[in-house]
């Protein structure tokens, strides 16, 4: 599929998210694309992580879309995230071992605290085979680490390599 257009976002090495951790050889180590509005991953889901023996688990595909529509919040509005809700139609199967486009975007900042994305997957046909939409709680730095998401170094990181919100 066409990357064109499309920049690499960053990465740390040592991450160990099933959805996105290079560290994690058993998860999907999706890397992450962005034109600014929008945020991509192509992914091929090994056979390891089918539901059925042909298909791709819909557990994957709900993660896939949770990963890519976080990313974007990550990335396009600069602050940290969790999920708070989510929900899937899935419209088509997905074959693995065939490369899919997940995109996600960010629908709507509702308050400092809260806003909402939408995703989808795409086969390597063009067809829609997945849509999701959810709201994520976003936090500060500052607000991430009183809760503490993540470890320091993973503060770090954050704030030297996306930066914080404008």
């Known amino acids: 599929m066409d990357k ?17 951790g290079p560290a994690n050889t058993q998860g999907l180590r999706m890397q992450f694309y962005t034109d600014g509005e929008t945020v991509v991953s192509w992914l091929t889901v090994p056979p390891h992580l089918c539901g059925w023996s ?29 999920t708070k809700t989510m ?15 997940v995109e996600g975007r960010v629908l709507e900042v509702r308050s400092e605290r809260e806003a909402t994305a939408e995703g989808i997957i795409v086969n390597d046909a063009g067809e829609l ?3 999701a939409t959810g709201l994520w709680a976003t936090f500060a730095p500052d607000a991430a680490r009183k809760l503490g998401v993540a470890d320091e170094e993973t503060f770090r990181w954050f704030e ?7």
């Open 4 to 20: 064109s257009g499309y920049t690499l976002l960053p990465n740390r090495e040592d991450h160990c998210c099933f959805g996105c």
């Open 54 to 82: 042909n298909l791709v688990h819909g557990g994957i595909l709900f993660t896939a879309l949770d990963e890519v529509m976080g990313r974007a919040m990550i990335y396009l509005l600069r602050r940290f995230i969790l």
């Open 87 to 101: 929900t899937i139609e899935y419209l088509k199967p997905v074959p693995h071992g065939r490369e899919i486009k």
């Open 129 to 131: 085979c997945t849509r």
């Open 160 to 166: 030297q390599t996306v930066g914080t919100k404008r």
